[in-house]
């Protein structure tokens, strides 16, 4: 089997990665359709995409041009395997005991959470459970297309599963993670407690989260993450990259 085979093979299943999600399309699995089709046009075309490559390299201008763009691949490569072992690291970062758990909310079909949110709120109950004592904060806005907040969703879902509604506090103002982090913070300062918090999501957002959450003053981030479908992990984990890019460029 020739090498050619291989990578066409290897590139196809790649792709298959980034379609398996569909009708679910983000930035995440266009930029892997994007890249995945033109890696197998290039190694379909190898002995031409050669040629082009060898008639450019003849240039003062084009080699300089080769080298710089080769330059940032490599660079990209290295950034983004930096990013993957930092979210890998953040979405294993348990407590030993939690100060506050705070959820992130998702979409609510309905009333009821979505597939991703009940994840997540199986995360949290694990969470509880570890720490007996512990108050959780579940926090996500109402949508447009949402008949209730997604924070109330999240506490229907836990009382259903007998976790104490005491335990259990609401925010449901907030309409991206920022505000997850930012609106939480303040139940914290009327309730007199410590900033430190274990945050509830996917494991492929926990790092993102973190910064988000450290940029607002939190000193001491820790996790519990759910469980990530794996049809989907591809496709979110590469969106995180360009969120987390995101990110590092706006801060938000």
């Given amino acids: 089997m020739s090498v050619k085979i291989i990578l066409l093979a290897l590139e196809t299943l790649l792709l298959f990665l980034f379609l398996v999600p569909l009708p679910v399309i983000c930035s995440g699995n266009l930029l892997g359709i994007i890249v995945s089709v033109m890696l197998m046009l290039i190694t379909a075309n190898w002995t031409k995409f050669c040629g082009i490559i060898s008639k450019i390299w003849g240039h003062g201008a084009g080699k300089f041009g080769l080298i710089f763009v080769s330059t940032l691949i490599l660079a990209g490569i290295i950034y983004v395997g930096i990013l993957s072992i930092l979210m890998y690291k953040a979405q294993e970062n348990r407590p030993e005991k939690a100060n506050v758990i705070v959820v ?11 597939r991703m949110l009940r994840r997540r709120l199986d995360a949290a109950i694990t969470a509880m459970n570890d720490n007996p004592d512990t108050l959780c904060i579940v926090s996500g806005g109402k949508g447009d297309d949402e008949k209730i907040s997604e924070a109330l969703a999240m506490k229907n879902y836990l009382l259903e599963k007998g976790m104490d509604s005491d335990r259990i506090i609401m925010e449901d103002k907030s309409t991206s993670t920022y505000e997850n982090i930012q609106n939480s913070l303040k139940i914290l300062d009327e309730l007199g407690m410590s900033h430190d918090m274990t945050i509830v999501t996917d494991g492929f957002h926990q790092y993102r989260a973190s910064l988000i959450a450290k ?9 519990y993450s759910a469980y990530t479908e794996p049809r989907y992990l591809f496709t979110y984990w590469v969106r995180e990259w360009l969120g987390l890019t995101h990110f590092f460029m706006l801060g938000s």
């Fill in 104 to 114: 992130l909310g998702c979409q609510v079909k309905g009333e009821r959470p979505s």
């Fill in 215 to 223: 940029a607002q003053g939190v000193e001491n981030v820790t996790a």
